[in-house]
């Protein structure tokens, strides 16, 4: 299923919608130490987050949808000093152009040229929570691996042609990232 522009805007503002409503659910619910039962809480953490990217410069397609997951290993007693992993995906911007299949049949057959541009991030770093106020402010910095790349693909212009014709990937780069 392809997406115009326009419903990938529409989904990216849906995601960060829904996002952050259940931030606000998960926010509202009792902390453990507010129930009358207070059990010692696990050492393991984690969280699942949906992200929405704002691409810059030449890359500005429209606002871009991943999601990202982390989670935090309790090394110290008190549980405040944590190892975090986290791995993030994301269409960073896609554009979409039509254009005509070639200049012998003029534009009697047309064809969809998708161009995405992705990331990739796996990292590992120290977390440390901090009581501040009544809540929790949670530092943390990873440093890991990243990927960005860009491919094109050619496919059909009605909303029923779901497969690629042809795809290229025209850049891909892994590099360090913090």
């Known amino acids: ?32 130490a507010q129930a009358p039962d207070s059990r010692v809480p696990s050492p393991l953490s984690g969280s699942l987050a949906l992200l929405n990217t704002q691409p810059l410069g030449e890359l500005a397609t429209g606002p871009g949808l991943g999601v ?21 995906a994301a269409i960073y911007g896609r554009d979409t152009r039509t254009a005509c299949l070639s200049q012998t049949v003029g534009c009697l057959i047309q064809v969809d040229i998708n161009t995405d541009y992705t990331t990739l991030y796996v990292g590992i770093g120290p977390e440390m929570a901090v009581p501040l106020l009544g809540s929790t402010l949670v530092l943390d ?26 795809k290229t990937d025209h850049f891909s780069d892994t590099f360090f990232a913090w």
Do not use: H, K
């Not at 919608?17 to 619910?29: D, F, N, Q, S």
């Not at 309790?74 to 986290?86: I, Y």
């Open 68 to 88: 990202g997951l982390s989670a935090a290993l309790a090394v110290s007693s008190s549980r405040r000093l944590r190892l975090r992993g986290e791995l993030r």
């Open 141 to 166: 910095a990873t440093a890991g691996v990243a990927n960005f790349s860009a491919s094109s693909s050619v496919a059909g212009t009605s909303s029923t042609d779901t497969e690629d014709l042809f």
């Open 1 to 32: 299923m392809r997406l115009s522009n326009r419903s990938a805007d529409a989904l990216a503002r849906v995601g960060v919608i829904v996002g952050l409503g259940l931030a606000t659910m998960v926010a509202a619910r009792p902390v453990s």
